[in-house]
């Protein structure tokens, strides 16, 4: 028998981010900010001497130094990944046992039950409410009748982009005593629900913060792990030892030095969401259709009758936004891409109410 792939791997196809050319990108979630000129020059003279024939800190000391100064926490809890991708896929993989089973809440970020079935592992999910906020309550039943091993989920979440305060995630970890609730704050440096100064309180809770999103170094591939000795241990056990590259490390410890200027472009940020916002909202009461998720990210959602159809007429001009069956989800950019991406949802709105 010549080899076949097996069946895990014979339907995949490779991670497909639009292709082509266009004028305005909505549709990752990054930053539109480029960074601040100083931090960019101190940048480039790290790199100019590091040793690149040397491998780079398995631990990765001076980032994880640099990102625990910034959030005000200690080092020691820090473990640093090749982005928060690679940490989603140790957790949802080495950090079980193959066949153990992993809840996953419905929509959410779809890498959890990619990277939990990539490792063999079963993946039960949760549905969300109707306006697609947590209900506790629901998922603390599901999870004693389905008896996960690992819980994960984001907050606030992509894609909704709706949060759950901080009580709501407290008691679900203290609910959850023998699940690991990975609580993955990918976007919570837009709002001010975090744990991140308390995770380490808890036996079974690990955070999971980035860099390609408020931090505005998407290109970098950084992400954290915050969680008390013992998971942090066995995080950094786990892990490829070089797992993060030394010009990340040099990167990512300079840009996250910089406090002042990474709060500025988090309040650039948001203030783009809300512009975004309050632009959909509008296109909302003047054209029924059109329904507009409350956000509490860098990114808002809508549903719509018929979003293939305003995909693609977005498309063809020029403008990219994430296209989700029901729903397109849609980043904040800067003022101009906002109000020509409004202008488009607006001409589309008009048109598609005609006919
Ligand atoms: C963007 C995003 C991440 C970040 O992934 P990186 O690998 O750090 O770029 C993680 N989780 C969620 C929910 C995200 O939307």
């Avoid at 690149?52 to 100064?69: K, V």
Wanted: glycine share 6%; charged share 20%; proline share 5%.
């Amino acid at each position: 028998m010549p080899y076949q792939l097996n069946e895990k791997l014979r339907g995949l196809t490779p991670y497909d981010p639009i292709e082509g050319e266009y004028r305005i990108r909505l549709d990752a979630n990054e930053s539109f900010l480029p960074l601040p000129p100083n931090v960019r020059a101190q940048l480039q003279e790290r790199i100019a001497c590091l040793p690149f024939e040397r491998y780079p800190d398995p631990l990765c000391g001076e980032l994880c130094r640099a990102f625990a100064g910034y959030y005000d926490i200690d080092p020691a809890y820090v473990t640093a990944g090749n982005g928060s991708d690679e940490l989603i896929s140790i957790l949802t993989g080495s950090f079980l046992m193959k066949g153990q089973t992993v809840a996953t809440l419905e929509p959410d970020f779809s890498m959890y039950r990619f990277y939990a079935s990539a490792a063999e592992m079963k993946t039960v999910s949760i549905p969300k409410e109707e306006n697609l906020q947590i209900s506790v309550d629901k998922v603390i039943d599901a999870c004693r009748a389905q008896r996960p091993d690992m819980l994960i989920f984001s907050n606030p979440c992509n894609p909704t982009g709706q949060g759950l305060a901080k009580e709501e995630v407290r008691r679900l970890i203290t609910a959850l005593e023998d699940v690991l609730v990975v609580v993955d704050e990918a976007y919570m440096d837009f709002w001010d629900q975090s744990l991140i100064s308390e995770v380490i309180r808890y036996d079974n809770a690990v955070l999971l913060r980035t860099c390609s999103k408020a931090v505005g170094g998407a290109g970098m591939r950084l992400g954290f792990a915050v969680a008390n000795q013992q998971i942090t241990n066995a995080l950094r056990a786990i892990k490829s030892p070089y797992n993060v590259n030394s010009m990340s490390q040099a990167a990512g410890a300079c840009l996250l030095s910089h406090k002042q200027e990474l709060q500025q472009a988090k309040e650039t940020l948001i203030a783009a969401r809300q512009e975004l916002q309050a632009g959909l909202e509008r296109l909302a009461g003047a054209y029924s259709q059109l329904c507009v998720y409350p956000s509490c990210t860098n990114f808002v959602l809508v549903a719509l009758p018929h979003t293939k159809e305003l995909f693609d007429y977005l498309k063809s001009n020029g403008i990219v936004v994430r296209y989700m069956g029901r729903y397109l989800r849609i980043t904040a950019g800067n003022p101009e891409e906002n109000s020509a991406l409004l202008q488009q949802v607006e001409n589309f709105l008009a048109h598609d109410a005609t006919v």
